[in-house]
C-alpha cells in the first residue's frame, strides 16, 4: 500500500511537471532503502530468535548482515519500472550462539532468502521489488551470501572487466558504512596504473553493448540502442575507471554527479 501510494504520488508530480528526475529518482531509492532495512531488522529478529546472533569466528562479534545495493540503486538513480540489484555479505565466518546452532553462511543465506521473498514474492497487495542477485561473485551458480575475504580473493583473482563496471556503483545498504566496502571494493575498481588488459577489458565491454544495441529492435531502443542510456553510462564509467585511481574526485557512484565531476574536469 505504501508502495502503490509513493509511485502514483512519484508519477503525479513527475506528469504535472512538479518534480525534477532527480527528485524522482531520490524517492524511489529511498523507497527501496527503507524497504529493505524493514525486511531485513524483521527476519534478523526472527532468525536471532531461533538460531541465536551470528558470532565472528576471529572478532568473536555479531556479525552484520551486509545488503549491498548494485546498478541504479546502488547510484542512488532507481526509476519507477527499476529492479534492484544485490549482493549479500557478511564480514566473518563463524556460527551463531544458539540455541540451535548453525553455522554463519548458512543463517545469512536463510536471512537473504526470506529478503528477496518479501521484496519479490507476488501476494494479493503486489510486490514492493523485482529483486535480481545476478551481479554476485560467480552469478546465479554462486553462493547467495559470502564473507568479505572471500569477495576479496574472488576480485583479486577472478574479477572480470565488466564487474569493475559493476563494482563502481556498489554502495551498502544495510549492515556496514560506506568506507567499509570501499576498502574491499576501490583497489579492484580504481587501478593505480592501467595496463594493456585494462584498455582491452573497456573494448570487451563496449563491444558487448555494441552487439546489443546492434539488434534490429533495440535500434531506437532508448535504454539499449546507440547514444542510449546503457552507452552513455559506459562512457562515464569509463572515464572514472581509466582516471578514478589517481582521481579520488572521480570516484563517486551516481551518472549525473560523475558527469559532473567529468566536466569540471574538462
Not at 518534480?19 to 529518482?25: F, I
Not at 575475504?149 to 556496514?176: F, H, M, S
Not at 565491454?205 to 546503457?230: M, S
Amino acid at each position: 500500500e505504501r508502495r502503490q501510494r509513493l509511485i502514483v504520488h512519484t508519477l503525479a508530480r513527475d506528469l504535472t511537471g512538479r518534480a525534477d528526475l532527480t527528485e524522482v529518482c531520490a524517492a524511489v531509492t529511498k523507497l527501496a532503502e527503507t524497504s529493505v532495512a524493514a525486511a531485513v531488522a524483521a527476519h534478523r529478529a526472527e532468525l536471532v530468535s531461533i538460531h541465536g546472533e551470528p558470532i565472528g569466528a576471529e572478532s568473536g562479534a555479531p556479525q552484520p548482515f551486509v545488503v549491498v545495493g548494485m546498478g541504479k540503486l546502488g547510484g542512488a538513480e532507481l526509476n519507477v519500472s527499476s529492479d534492484i540489484d544485490l549482493v549479500f555479505l557478511f564480514p566473518e565466518d563463524g556460527e551463531t550462539a544458539g540455541p540451535r546452532v548453525v553455522g554463519n553462511r548458512e543463517f545469512f543465506d536463510r536471512l537473504g532468502r526470506r529478503l528477496i521473498g518479501a521484496l519479490n514474492d507476488i501476494t494479493a497487495d503486489g510486490f514492493v521489488f523485482r529483486v535480481d542477485m545476478r551481479l554476485r561473485p560467480y552469478g546465479e551458480s554462486g553462493p547467495l551470501t559470502i564473507p568479505y575475504a572471500a569477495l576479496e580473493n574472488y576480485l583479486i583473482t577472478q574479477g572480470r572487466a565488466w564487474e569493475r563496471y559493476a563494482w563502481l556503483k556498489a554502495r551498502p545498504l544495510v549492515g556496514a558504512p560506506v568506507g567499509e566496502l570501499d576498502a574491499l571494493v576501490a583497489p579492484f575498481v580504481f587501478r593505480k596504473y592501467l595496463d594493456f588488459d585494462a584498455y582491452a577489458g573497456l573494448r570487451d565491454v563496449h563491444r558487448q553493448i555494441r552487439e546489443q544495441a546492434g539488434r534490429r529492435e533495440a535500434r531506437d531502443d532508448v535504454k539499449l540502442g546507440p547514444g542510449g542510456i546503457r552507452e552513455v553510462e559506459f562512457i562515464v564509467q569509463a572515464q572514472q575507471i581509466v582516471r578514478g585511481g589517481r582521481e579520488s574526485g572521480l570516484r563517486v557512484r551516481g551518472t549525473r554527479a560523475a558527469l559532473a565531476a567529468l566536466a569540471e574536469r574538462g
